[in-house]
């Protein structure tokens, strides 16, 4: 079972709507969470950090369910900027497992 | 200003000679990670050091060697590149040896092996 799964996707939205990413994670004693972005041939670079009490910033706004071992990522109002591969990462031990990302398409 | 730089951004090399890729960070984190992403995959952890404390991923092939002589400097040797290495090599930094604060990535170097 892999360490860490998402939906691949791709998913085309258009602007302005609101888009859901999931990711389940299997190790319980996982101790870190995030979502990173990654545009195509770039590396990736963090987009938010997730807690167990929800964060939010600006459009988007993150959630972890401890109990069901699993993330979510919301994106509010989509721009055409936010087209990239969105990947969930978290940290076991002294170890980052990386999800296969979730691509998106924002379209005009 | 990049905190983790990698050099080269993009090398080609042909198939069994050797190549270096070297990243170096102003972070100064204790943690360096070598990570290989090929095409639509998630990245995928080669090796990563907790100061000169190196630690080799099982799967991570013989022919794929690390090097860290100081904090600031990490090196990929990959001594004898085949097909299948082509791929991006990205390096990534951390504060602390458990995965609790968030990785930061280089620009990575991307391989093609000719």
């Known amino acids: 079972r892999k360490e860490v799964e998402q939906d691949p996707g791709p998913f085309n939205v258009p602007e302005g709507a609101t888009v859901a990413f999931n990711c389940t994670y299997s190790?319980?004693?996982?101790?870190?969470f995030f979502w990173y972005r990654q545009d195509c041939r770039k590396e990736p670079k963090l987009l938010m950090s997730?807690?167990?009490s929800g964060n939010e910033d600006g459009r988007f706004t993150a959630q972890l369910n401890r109990a069901s071992q699993y993330i979510s990522l919301l994106i509010r109002d989509s721009k055409l900027s936010d087209s990239a591969t969105y990947l969930c990462?978290?940290?076991?031990?002294?170890?980052?497992?990386f999800g296969t990302g979730t691509s998106l398409t924002v379209i005009p | 200003d990049a905190m983790v730089i990698q050099n080269p951004r993009y090398q080609v090399t042909q198939f069994g000679k050797p190549v270096t890729l070297s990243c170096s960070q102003t972070?100064?984190?204790?943690?360096m990670y070598w990570y290989q992403q090929k095409s639509s995959q998630a990245p995928k952890l080669l090796f990563h050091?907790?100061?000169?404390?190196?630690?080799n991923e099982a799967d991570t092939p013989d022919n794929f060697q690390s090097r860290r002589p100081n904090t600031s400097f990490c090196f990929l040797d990959i001594r004898s590149p085949g097909l299948g290495d082509t791929a991006m090599y990205l390096c990534?930094?951390?504060?602390?040896?458990?995965?609790?604060?968030?990785?930061?990535f280089g620009q990575g170097t991307r391989l093609t092996v000719v």
């Open positions: 990534a930094t951390s504060r602390e040896e458990q995965a609790v604060t968030e990785a930061f």
């Open positions: 190790n319980s004693a996982s101790q870190s």
């Open positions: 997730v807690y167990s």
């Open positions: 990462v978290v940290g076991t031990g002294n170890q980052f497992y």
């Open positions: 972070l100064n984190h204790n943690v």
């Open positions: 050091y907790y100061d000169k404390d190196f630690n």
